[in-house]
């Protein structure tokens, strides 16, 4: 059996079950009012007021700012926004860990107070995915370093459309300090309330085997066919698939994505690992235009 043949198998023990069928959704230009509006929807809970100084425009971005120095990015082709604050990287560490479970309801309970449920699909939901953290420790002049110190408490979010999760980067995040303020967000979703938004088609989901063979074709292209490198699957999911801030998507269409490492052989020290994203189409038509590109196994270069 090839390491390619393998990972075929990897794959498909990874998601062994899939909707039979999945709508075709279409998404409407980005309205540029409705950034502004979901900014001044989350003003109650920051107390950022963007509408006060003048916006500076650029070619794929507009960035607002807030008088206390809080800085908003609206990424014209998804309407996709970021917002930092002005509290420091390290104001309001936490006195200490609380454990995943209070930090994930903090990061949930921040989330909500945005007000972007206001903004979500009658017919989707954006849930609480994942909880992340930052720390920081430091070192004397003599080695010795202190414990980490909980810096802050990191909330992502995923948009499902009709139950089907829109996959990439996260629909939404929080950034949450210990004295439980908000230092960050972000909302990246393709389609809002009081947005047309019509179903196109139905379609049958493609076999995962068959997604899952056409993943293992891209993976030996990566590789250039070598048999040396040692592949594995991080994950492997079915859903729609948002193509990232800077591009405009007519559509959400089903999709297989994968997240697959290659590592080099033991001894190859002139190589070193990489991380992988493919996307195959989840039926048979093809309804979305990826981006191209490839990264093989990249071969370290002297400093």
Known sequence: ???????????????????????????????????RAILQSTREATGLDFSRLEPARRKATTVLRDESGARATVFHASGAIVVRTAIGDFDDTFAGDPGSEELSLLTQKAFSGLGIDRFVHGDDTVGFERLWRIRAAGADPRYEVVEPVLVRAIGAFRHNVRDIPVLGR???????????????????????????????????????????????????????????????????????????????????????????????PEGREDQVRSAHIFAVPGSDERFLKLPTGSAAVRTRRAA
Do not use: C, W
């Not at 090839?2 to 980005?30: C, M, R």
């Open 170 to 264: 996260a629909s939404g995040h929080v950034e949450v300090t210990g004295a439980g303020d908000i230092s960050a967000f972000s909302v990246s979703m393709r389609r809002f309330a009081d947005q047309g938004s019509e179903v196109l088609t139905r379609v049958s989901s493609r076999a995962v085997e068959d997604a899952a063979s056409e993943i293992a074709k891209q993976a030996a292209r990566v590789t250039e066919g070598s048999e040396d490198a040692v592949l594995t699957v991080d994950s492997f999911d079915f859903g729609y698939l948002s193509l990232g801030r800077r591009r405009a998507q007519a559509v959400l269409a089903p999709m297989y994505v994968a997240a697959v490492s290659i590592a080099p």
């Open 1 to 35: 059996m090839s390491i390619y043949d393998n990972l075929t198998e990897q794959l498909v023990g990874h998601l062994k079950e899939v909707p039979q069928a999945v709508e075709v959704v279409s998404t409407e230009p980005v309205n540029e009012e409705l950034p």
